[in-house]
């Protein structure tokens, strides 16, 4: 901690060598004071994912969905994007089991939306899970007056689909989830309980072959990530964003939450030696390592608690780069 500067002060003459110790004492003692080391910074954790073992997750090998359900809405899906000119997303059964808890856990705390009461993301609940896809979220709810619906299951999902994709702009956010041309896949989960019932579509973007985070054993705050891209594409930058960790909320902020952003990144890393390459907006640095088969590896090591999302920007070197990978990190101060 720098001392301020202070102006020269006038001393009287010294009379005698036992006031003049007396000073020099004093004198030793004020800068003792001044000079006191400030208080270390605050051991930082991470809280979640659970990196007790490396979390690694590969690119999801070609499935189907079983669940009647599911398996009509995503044929709807897939219909509502041929019918814009749009490719088919694959089916995502990692990201369906997610939503599956999701949508369980919001008819069990009665909630809509995009929010549970613990405050959580959506991307970052699909992080935590050892997801990391680049993520949007469609979300569904149905109550009925009664004690139980009439209408079946299947009904109530496929014409949850059928709203959202008629939209009109510009309350057309769902629609443009269900149309993104970057969306490669999707996982749809469903529950329902008494007069409540819950759907949500979790569409992704998988530019990534391989992801693997870990946390580095000499020292706990810091994570290692290391992965590989699918075929055709490299890792041209990643970016970091910060915010708030997240706090738990009440059932009317769960349903005032129409919809959610992703934190504006102010730091970003690029390949190691390419530092012409300047990120707008952040702090960049070249910190990643690009291997010889375009693998790649970095460390970061988070300054501050709270949420980071960390973001994996992939080109095949002709389009501009976007977004294909994710991982989330909720940092916290650790116990002393």
Same mark, same amino acid.
């Given at each position: 901690?720098t001392g301020?500067p202070?102006?020269?002060?006038?001393v009287?003459?010294?009379?005698?060598a036992?006031?003049?110790?007396?000073?020099?004492l004093?004198?030793t003692?004020r800068?003792?004071?001044?000079? @006191?080391?400030?208080?270390?910074?605050p051991?930082?954790?991470?809280?979640?994912?659970?990196?007790?073992?490396p979390l690694?997750?590969?690119y999801? %090998?070609?499935?189907?969905?079983?669940d009647?359900?599911?398996k009509a809405?995503?044929?709807?899906?897939?219909?509502?994007?041929?019918?814009e000119?749009?490719p088919p997303? @694959?089916w995502?059964?990692?990201?369906?089991r997610?939503a599956d808890?999701? %949508?369980?856990a919001q008819?069990r705390?009665?909630? &809509?939306?995009? +929010?549970? !009461?613990?405050?959580?993301?959506?991307y970052?609940?699909?992080? +935590?899970a050892?997801i990391f896809? +680049?993520?949007?979220e469609?979300?569904?709810?149905?109550?009925?007056?009664g004690?139980?619906?009439?209408?079946?299951?299947?009904?109530?999902?496929?014409?949850?689909?059928?709203?959202?994709?008629?939209e009109?702009?510009?309350?057309?956010?769902?629609?443009?989830?269900?149309?993104?041309?970057?969306?490669t896949?999707?996982?749809?989960?469903?529950?329902?309980?008494g007069?409540?019932?819950?759907m949500?579509?979790?569409f992704?973007?998988?530019r !990534?072959?391989?992801?693997t985070?870990?946390r580095?054993a000499?020292?706990?705050?810091?994570?290692l990530?290391?992965g590989?891209?699918?075929?055709?594409?490299?890792?041209? +930058?990643?970016t970091l964003?910060?915010e @708030?960790?997240p706090?738990?909320?009440?059932?009317a902020e769960?349903?005032?939450?129409t919809?959610y952003t992703?934190?504006e990144?102010?730091l970003?890393?690029v390949?190691?030696?390419?530092?012409? !390459?300047?990120i707008?907006?952040?702090t960049?640095?070249? &910190?990643?390592?690009?291997?010889?088969?375009?693998?790649?590896?970095?460390r970061f090591t988070p300054a501050?608690?709270?949420?980071?999302t960390?973001?994996?920007?992939?080109?095949d070197?002709?389009a501009?780069p976007?977004?294909?990978?994710?991982?989330?990190l909720?940092?916290?101060?650790?116990a002393?």
């Amino acid at each position: 901690m720098t001392g301020i500067p202070r102006r020269p002060a006038r001393v009287a003459a010294v009379k005698s060598a036992s006031t003049a110790l007396g000073l020099l004492l004093l004198a030793t003692a004020r800068c003792a004071m001044t000079d @006191a080391a400030p208080d270390p910074p605050p051991r930082l954790a991470i809280r979640a994912p659970d990196l007790e073992r490396p979390l690694s997750e590969s690119y999801p %090998t070609p499935s189907s969905p079983e669940d009647p359900v599911k398996k009509a809405v995503f044929a709807r899906i897939n219909a509502d994007r041929a019918s814009e000119g749009l490719p088919p997303v @694959a089916w995502d059964e990692a990201a369906s089991r997610v939503a599956d808890l999701y %949508t369980a856990a919001q008819v069990r705390e009665d909630v &809509r939306g995009h +929010f549970l !009461l613990d405050g959580v993301p959506p991307y970052a609940r699909t992080a +935590f899970a050892g997801i990391f896809g +680049f993520g949007q979220e469609n979300s569904v709810a149905w109550t009925t007056t009664g004690s139980s619906f009439q209408e079946p299951s299947v009904g109530l999902a496929v014409e949850g689909e059928t709203s959202m994709f008629a939209e009109k702009p510009p309350n057309d956010g769902h629609r443009k989830t269900i149309l993104d041309p970057d969306a490669t896949h999707v996982g749809v989960g469903w529950a329902q309980g008494g007069n409540r019932f819950r759907m949500a579509e979790e569409f992704l973007t998988r530019r !990534l072959a391989e992801l693997t985070v870990e946390r580095v054993a000499s020292d706990p705050a810091t994570v290692l990530f290391r992965g590989r891209p699918v075929a055709g594409q490299h890792l041209h +930058f990643v970016t970091l964003a910060l915010e @708030a960790a997240p706090r738990p909320i009440s059932r009317a902020e769960t349903g005032a939450r129409t919809r959610y952003t992703y934190p504006e990144a102010r730091l970003a890393f690029v390949p190691e030696g390419l530092r012409s !390459l300047l990120i707008a907006g952040t702090t960049t640095e070249d &910190r990643i390592r690009i291997g010889p088969a375009g693998d790649f590896s970095f460390r970061f090591t988070p300054a501050q608690a709270g949420l980071w999302t960390i973001a994996f920007h992939l080109t095949d070197g002709r389009a501009r780069p976007r977004q294909g990978g994710l991982a989330v990190l909720w940092v916290e101060k650790a116990a002393r």
